[in-house]
């Protein structure tokens, strides 16, 4: 035992530095660490950098040339068309995220139920809004709520219905801009949802009909439960893409009639570039 603590005194400090340098590279964390930090530099060059060189611009005045700290800032929030603006963001987000995901769950049931045979075929039409550039339907749909050549207002002339302005019309502005992100967005719903009910183990809705459960039973208790995580990050990540969405209202409405349809995006496109 003395000879133990008498050899243990006599290795130099360096050895056991060295020694314990040796076994924290030989673990496994350690080793993983490593092998990630390549790419923590990589994201930290292409996103932490830009990040704090756009809060450096943000605290310039317009020509950048002198430090205003957050009079910018202050600026923004004194003003109504700011909290319009993001009163509006919040209500465009989370309708369209709450219709996305009600149509994908609905759809997704839907496609789930049909014979294997004929899902892929379904599956590849259904995916077909969400794969078409945004850019592209937008346009497409810019002509189905033209004032002058409307497909819509023509159906509704056939039926004597008096004529929508889609776009002129703030109310109708809003509902047209929500309506082409969820039909845009639902698809993504869709084919998640689609995903989580096929990990759903069949067994469970034996078991639950053994137990004398309904329909609505089965779907509150099992798939519910089972879709939950997936259903929580769906809506998270649309949230967030819906919030920072920019072409639909640019291409759509350019932020009018009169503010009442602008987001963060293109608001903060206009005061920065445009304004």
């Not at 990990?199 to 509150?220: H, T």
Request: charged share 15%; hydrophobic share 55%.
């Amino acid at each position: 035992m003395a000879d133990a603590a008498l050899e243990a005194l006599s290795i130099p400090g360096g050895s056991r530095r060295r020694s314990a340098l040796r076994k924290a590279m030989q673990r496994k964390s350690t080793i993983a660490f490593l092998m990630t930090l390549p790419l923590i530099l990589l994201v930290a060059l292409l996103v932490l950098y830009p990040a704090l060189y756009s809060i450096h611009l943000a605290m310039l005045n317009k020509s950048m040339e002198r430090f205003v700290g957050f009079s910018n800032f202050l600026f923004l929030f004194k003003r109504e068309t700011f909290w319009m603006v993001v009163r509006q963001s919040c209500i465009f987000a989370i309708t369209a995220v709450i219709f996305k995901a009600l149509i994908g769950f609905i759809v997704a049931h839907f496609v789930h139920n049909i014979p294997s045979r004929g899902q892929r075929k379904w599956r590849g039409m259904l995916l077909v809004p969400w794969v078409i550039p945004p850019a592209m339907s937008c346009l497409a749909w810019l002509w189905l709520f033209d004032p002058s050549y409307s497909a819509f207002n023509w159906i509704l002339d056939k039926v004597g219905i008096a004529p929508v302005s889609w776009t002129g019309d703030a109310y109708w502005a809003r509902f047209c801009v929500i309506l082409v992100n969820v039909w845009i967005g639902a698809p993504f719903f869709m084919i998640m949802y689609l995903a989580a009910l096929k990990s759903v183990p069949e067994q469970l809705y034996e078991a639950a009909a053994i137990d004398g459960a309904n329909w609505w039973q089965r779907m509150w208790y099992v798939t519910l439960p089972m879709m939950r995580n997936i259903m929580a990050i769906t809506a998270l990540f649309s949230l967030i893409v819906t919030f920072a969405n920019f072409d639909i209202v640019r291409i759509l409405t350019a932020g009018g009639p009169i503010d009442r349809t602008h987001v963060f995006a293109t608001w903060a496109f206009w005061i920065g570039i445009q304004g």
